[in-house]
């Protein structure tokens, strides 16, 4: 049997699927570590990474922070994100983030990880929906056998929660991101599914 291979780099957004046993478990793709101390994200036309913004605060991303391939945040994502907040009309236009939690010091982005979700939460960003999906790294030795979101210790869940509610407010202004509802394993399955929905019906060509 012939192996697959490609002789070009990937896509990391278009160019692979999740996986087969995705959402249980999947591939997901990392932007960003801890201590990183500029926001890197993908540039979506080309695939490479470029700056987003450097960091403002000494408040920085706790977890390994990407995104899953061939998921976008667009109305599926929205009607999810209505539960919570009403008023959201659409998604952000970016794929699904996904934070990756591992006990390992892992200090290099641009890769490919292992994850099984466990939950996530609802943000909302400029009336926006822009779910975090929560995930484990795949046979971490501490937090591999985490099964939900529950089993997360309650301060280490408010740690990654401050991040995102402060990451982009100055100091005496007003807030511009917040949290409409957290979820579990299972909410998570189905945010993912309905980012892979969104995905398939705005790029299925």
Known sequence: MAREFSLMQAHPWHGFSPGEDCPEELLAYIEIVPLDQVKYEIHKPSGLMMIDRVQRYSSYCPTLYGFIPRTYC??????LAKKGAPAV?????DPLDICVITEATINRS???VQAKPIGGFCL???GE???????????????????????LPVQYLERIKHYFLSYKTMPGEE???SIAYVYGREGAYEVINAAR??????YSD
């Open 197 to 202: 929905d969104d995905y398939r019906r705005c």
């Open 89 to 93: 009309e659409k998604g952000d236009g």
């Open 124 to 126: 909302i960003d400029h």
């Open 110 to 112: 641009s890769i490919l």
């Open 129 to 151: 929906a822009d779910d975090k999906i929560i995930a484990v790294l795949a046979d971490d030795p501490v937090f591999s056998d985490l099964a939900s979101i529950e089993d």
């Open 74 to 79: 667009d109305t599926a994502i929205a009607r």
């Open 175 to 177: 807030a511009k991101t």
